[in-house]
């Protein structure tokens, strides 16, 4: 590999969440300069894989909140037998959803600043923007994470509760 593939793959994979804008070397800059149309055009491609992710989570995320987690929380309480802890995972994991959708937009509008700048003439400006677009990617990243987890614990909860019957 070229060391000029080298050096930008050790630039753009050694941002670390919570870096502060940072100046760049010489050597950084000259690596996103001179690829600066293959990055963006990765840029573009994560831009359009993760828009397909989130419409996929955010339609799996509805479907598990609307068609059975709610009803299962409304049928327990129905039959006498609803538990304040399914009450209130279903309410986090309904914030969660939306605090999901909202992080994502974020992250979805600085991205779509980050490929629209001209890394060539604002090269430090396009530096610190992707610090800043990786750091919100990481956001979405903790909000998928922890609704996986309410989501199991859910499951776990719904479980116990079927033990008890």
């Known amino acids: ?9 050790g630039l753009i994979c ?8 940072l100046a760049i070397n010489e050597v950084q800059e000259t690596a996103v300069k001179e690829r600066c149309d293959t990055i963006k055009e990765a ?4 831009q359009k894989e993760d828009a397909r992710a989130r419409v996929y989570l955010g339609a799996f995320y509805e479907k598990i909140l609307t068609d059975f987690i ?3 929380n409304v049928r327990l309480v129905e039959n006498n037998l609803s ?6 995972n279903q309410n986090k994991i309904a914030d969660t959803r939306t605090l999901f959708m909202s992080d ?19 090269t430090e400006d396009f530096y610190n923007k992707l610090i800043k677009v990786r750091q919100k990617r990481k956001i979405v990243e903790q909000d998928t994470l922890k609704m996986r987890n309410l989501i199991s614990e859910h499951v776990k909860l719904a479980n116990q509760i079927k033990g008890k019957l």
């Open 1 to 9: 590999m070229p060391k000029i593939k080298i050096l930008l793959l």
């Open 70 to 72: 709610t009803p299962l």
């Open 14 to 21: 050694s941002l670390a969440v919570g870096t502060p804008a």
């Open 104 to 122: 994502f937009v974020n992250y979805q509008q600085d991205l779509e600043e980050l490929t629209m700048m001209n890394c060539r003439e604002k």
């Open 43 to 46: 840029l573009k491609e994560t």
């Open 83 to 88: 538990t304040p802890e399914l009450v209130e």
